[in-house]
């Protein structure tokens, strides 16, 4: 592949030199006309060529929506994200068919209007009536979606606190992450980096008693349909949690607490079953043996074979193993859940061990 | 045709002229110390020029590594040494170095001082009619202090620890603390003081245009007569003022956390076994900080870019620019929204979702004068008379990358689609083809449109044709297809995409994007080869080889120290009246000759319009 890929590389840099060679020749000695200004000869071929380019735009645009149907992000997995996901579709129809239009519009013009010898080009220098339309028909437009962002927006961000919500801290350090289950009472005991120390690694005030039943985890479940108030801690420098299937994001800030709530509303076992999630699957493990057998044949191991789960990754350049700062979620039922939850030590259990 | 231009020629002979061409002048005060206007526009082009060329090669060297990771490659070895690349193999470490320093050389040193450095120096005087900037002594020291930046910008390549890695936005604590980052030793501080002196040559600079602007206009040359290269260059320097010092500050507080134990952006850390001392601060304030530059810096960087665009599409068209009025308040609404709308970079930085919501709505209201601004680009073409000169396909290439990547400012403005896409490649598609790509254009248009007035040399024309072509095919193969990769949720600044299998099929996408980056920086040998050779063997220039009616293509060919050898032009109407005819519509105002240089007297029973 990459062979591949270097050699048509290189034959396209040489017909780039090739073509550029025959160029030179031909604008050398033929003409009389060397000023180096654009001539009719120039406007009509460059013309052409702009016909070419905004074929080639319009055909970059096709494939890139039609690439992307076979990997974008599966529909979302939490009661906010349908909401987030009903936005960007109308976002990105409105952009598309502003990008449609415009660039047709400008391409189509520059080659219409092209240079000729002795035409005369029209002297139109103001006109208030076409400058208010398009002033006032991005700003119906923009009112519009300002409105209908601002709505979803403050639907997701504004928690309310009566809510019947399971408190869960996402400690975030170079490089991994840490669940914090607030236990029984549902709060979270106290905690500062200050308290690091020996096996207590997330620096929980072991005098709070609030602490007692909370449980810490290396991996996060999750049940269904139950809101999640997240608690965000960062021990060393800045991290994003980024729950891409969930919609969600928040930075990770060392000196602050930050939040974020969401209610999963699709199990790992459910997404797993999905037609589009089997059919990525299994072009992914296509990759992947093709990957493996490549590797074996340099002695190396092979790659394990690929299940989905959701995951939460890092989105904050935080340092050198960045690109690997992950964590699995687990979405399950609320039975599942409680049962996973109850074979966790709580922190007075883990501290004793 | 030129007949009727010579006319601006016919200098009063006896006028005054203690300017210049008697005085003897060395080589080093020629070329070196040199304290005229075109002269320094030229160094500061020829550095950018270098710098770009760096900061293009680096972008190269990283996406290599994202399209083949890890897989081992001679070139590595060769530019990046066994430290940084053993057998070949680019680290982690050489990565995020590479990251960092080119998104702070693209967007400082190629694109803030080079774009606007060059332009700005060079097209104040001509086109204002002005002898040279109001102090040509700290114009050339604010050369040469971006030369000292440059120097110390690229030394820092160079120290052991390795080069500033925490991203060109330098977030601390990552920035702060050598634990948390090799590049965040030695290289930081470097980092911070060659920062130090942009910002000081940056203001210098500024503070020059604006009083040269404002003091320097000849006769006649009132602010709206003014062509809009002049404006757009104006208003830039005045956001440079507002919003530099700011980032200064925070540079400041930055080296004292890191130097001397104070704790502005630093507050409860355990690293390396260790609890630090800082108490207290914040590194969100470090964040509004940043971006209160930040953002304006983007229009900093795409304003002059509009203004050139405007000016070589109305010339190229033989059309004046359509709403010069409305262009002009697009430029200063554009300046004054730039400065309130930095926390959209900040929308899940654990800042106030209420302000989140502000944000959202004074970003979304700059899509307004851009919208305006794109509109009228479009109908100044419409029933032009297009030269298809290089420069005129950079300009609309600029168009349609600036409405591309501008449309998808919309998603990422408003915060709730923010929330999923932030700090993904939709990000990086999105800015690096509405200032990235847009102002690179903008920048190789002023080339090629004022390539005859630095260096009385034409560039060579087909050779531009087979660079504009090959970039615009290129460029935008690589960032349409980024949008989709960030839409499915890969993240930016990954070493590597192979901890996660999830992201296995984007890999081709990857590939492809990486070949059409390879293909557009191949592409500018082509330029860097036009540039150099008809710098010294270019077909010799006529006055004003594209027909235009500024200033500056009144100056002779040969530069003189003070722009016109008689009196300074006096300027009689504003600086598009292309294609304009008599009142009885049978020819031209001027009979025979399409454009109306601007220190032409208006002709009888002409009408100057009210623009």
């Known amino acids: 592949m990459t062979v591949f890929l270097i050699i048509i590389v290189i034959a396209l840099l040489g017909v780039t030199f090739w073509q550029m060679s025959k160029v030179l020749q031909l604008s050398k000695p033929k003409h009389t006309d060397d000023s180096q200004i654009a001539n009719n000869e120039d406007n009509r071929k460059q013309a052409y060529i702009l016909i070419a380019f905004t074929v080639f735009l319009y055909g970059l645009m096709l494939y890139s929506f039609w690439n992307h149907s076979s990997y974008y992000l599966p529909e979302a997995a939490s009661e906010h994200g349908q909401s987030f996901d009903n936005l960007m579709m109308l976002s990105i129809v409105i952009i598309m068919i502003v990008q449609v239009i415009t660039q047709f519009l400008l391409h189509f013009f520059a080659i219409k209007y092209r240079g000729e010898e002795g035409k005369r080009a029209l002297f139109y220098a103001d006109n208030d009536k076409l400058e208010f339309i398009w002033t006032i028909i991005p700003v119906i437009v923009l009112a519009g979606l300002i409105i209908y962002g601002l709505f979803t927006w403050s639907d997701i961000m504004n928690f309310d606190e009566d809510e019947d919500v399971m408190v869960v801290e996402i400690y975030a350090y170079q490089f991994g992450w840490k669940a914090r289950y607030a236990g029984q009472d549902n709060v979270l005991g106290k905690a500062n980096v200050r308290f690091i120390e020996g096996k207590n690694t997330l620096g929980v005030d072991e005098s709070d008693t609030y602490a007692e039943d909370d449980k810490i985890t290396s991996k996060l479940h999750l049940p269904v349909n139950k809101k999640v108030l997240f608690k965000f801690r960062s021990q060393d420098v800045l991290h994003s949690a980024y729950f891409p299937f969930f919609r969600a994001q928040m930075n990770v800030v060392p000196g602050m607490i930050t939040q974020f709530s ?92 | 045709m030129s007949a009727t231009a010579n006319a601006t020629l016919a200098h009063d002979h006896h006028a005054h002229d203690d300017h210049g061409h008697h005085h003897k002048e060395t080589f080093i005060t020629k070329y070196i110390f040199s304290q005229d206007h075109k002269m320094i526009a030229k160094q500061y082009l020829i550095t950018g020029i270098i710098m770009g060329i760096l900061g293009i090669l680096m972008s190269v060297l990283f996406r290599m590594q994202i399209a083949w990771p890890e897989e081992s490659f001679v070139i590595f ?362 102002a690179i254009y903008g920048l190789l248009a002023g080339v090629y449109h004022w390539f005859p007035k630095m260096f009385g040399r034409m560039m060579n024309k087909n050779l531009g044709y087979i660079h504009f072509w090959i970039t615009a095919v290129a460029a935008y193969g690589v960032f349409f297809p980024m949008h989709f990769i960030g839409l499915a949720g890969l993240p930016r600044r990954y070493y590597t995409n192979t901890a996660f299998p999830y992201f296995d099929d984007l890999a081709d996408t990857n590939v492809l994007i990486t070949v059409f980056a390879i293909i557009a920086a191949a592409a500018q040998v082509i330029f860097l080869y036009n540039f150099i050779a008809s710098m010294f063997y270019g077909k010799k220039a006529t006055q004003n080889p594209w027909n235009g009616t500024t200033l500056e293509w009144t100056t002779p060919v040969e530069h003189v120290h003070g722009n016109w050898p008689g009196e300074l032009p006096t300027v009689y109407r504003w600086a598009y009246d292309y294609s304009k005819l008599n009142q009885e519509e049978t020819d031209y105002v001027l009979p025979g000759q399409d454009f109306v240089p601007q220190n032409v007297p208006l002709q009888e029973h002409e009408e100057e319009l009210n623009h």
């Open chain 2, 77 to 438: 070895k060769w530019l990046l040494g066994e430290k940084y690349a053993p057998d070949g193999v680019m680290t982690p470490e050489a990565y995020l170095a590479l990251v960092t320093i080119h998104g702070t050389i693209m967007v400082f040193f190629v694109l803030t001082a080079g774009l606007s450095g060059t332009f700005s120096n060079l097209l104040i005087p001509l086109q204002i009619g002005a002898r040279d900037m109001a102090s040509g002594f700290l114009n050339m020291l604010s050369y040469w202090i971006f030369f000292i930046s440059c120097v110390i910008m690229l030394s820092s390549l160079f120290v052991e620890s390795g080069p500033a890695s925490a991203g060109w936005t330098i977030y601390p604590p990552l920035s702060a603390l050598p634990e948390a980052i090799p590049g965040s030793g030695t290289g930081m501080t470097l980092w911070l003081i060659s920062m130090a002196f942009f910002i000081a040559q940056s203001l210098l600079g500024s503070l020059n245009y604006v009083v040269t602007v404002i003091n320097h206009r000849t006769k006649g040359m009132s602010m709206t007569r003014l062509p809009l290269t002049v404006w757009a260059l104006f208003i830039t320097a005045i956001i440079g003022i507002v919003s530099f010092p700011v980032l200064l500050s925070a540079a400041l507080m930055l080296i004292m956390d890191r130097s001397f134990g104070t704790s502005f952006f630093l507050s409860d850390i355990y690293i390396q076994g260790e609890v630090l001392a800082h108490q207290g601060g914040s590194p969100v304030l470090f964040e509004h900080l940043f971006w209160f530059l930040g953002h304006p810096e983007v229009y900093i960087v795409i304003l002059p870019a509009m203004g050139i665009v405007s000016e070589i599409m109305s010339t190229n068209a033989r059309k004046p620019i359509f709403g010069y009025r409305a262009m002009v308040a697009s430029i200063l609404a554009i300046a004054f929204l730039s400065t309130i709308v930095w926390g959209h970079h900040m929308f899940v930085s654990g800042m106030n979702p209420f302000l989140g919501s502000v944000f959202t709505f004074t970003t979304l209201l700059i899509a307004i004068p851009s919208a305006v601004k794109a509109f009228n680009w479009i109908t100044t073409i419409w029933k032009g008379n297009l030269q298809m000169n290089p420069a005129m396909l950079f300009s609309i290439g600029f168009v349609s990358t600036f409405i591309t990547g501008g449309l998808t400012g919309i998603i990422l403005g408003d915060s709730t689609l923010d929330i999923n896409v932030h700090d993904t490649y939709f990000v990086i598609a999105h800015f690096h083809l509405v200032m990235g790509i847009s």
């Open chain 1, 262 to 353: 969401f209610t999963p509303t699709i199990t790992t076992e459910e997404m797993r079953t999905t037609e589009y999630m089997t059919e990525k699957v299994e072009t992914i493990n296509e990759i992947r043996e093709e990957r493996s057998e490549d590797l074996m044949a340099q002695g190396d191991v092979a790659l394990d074979p690929y299940e989905f789960d959701y995951y939460l990754l890092c989105n904050k350049i935080c340092g050198i193993s960045h690109y690997n700062m992950q964590m699995p979620i687990v979405v399950e039922g609320e039975e599942d859940f409680k049962q996973w939850l109850a074979e966790q030590a709580t922190f007075e259990e883990y501290m004793k061990d």
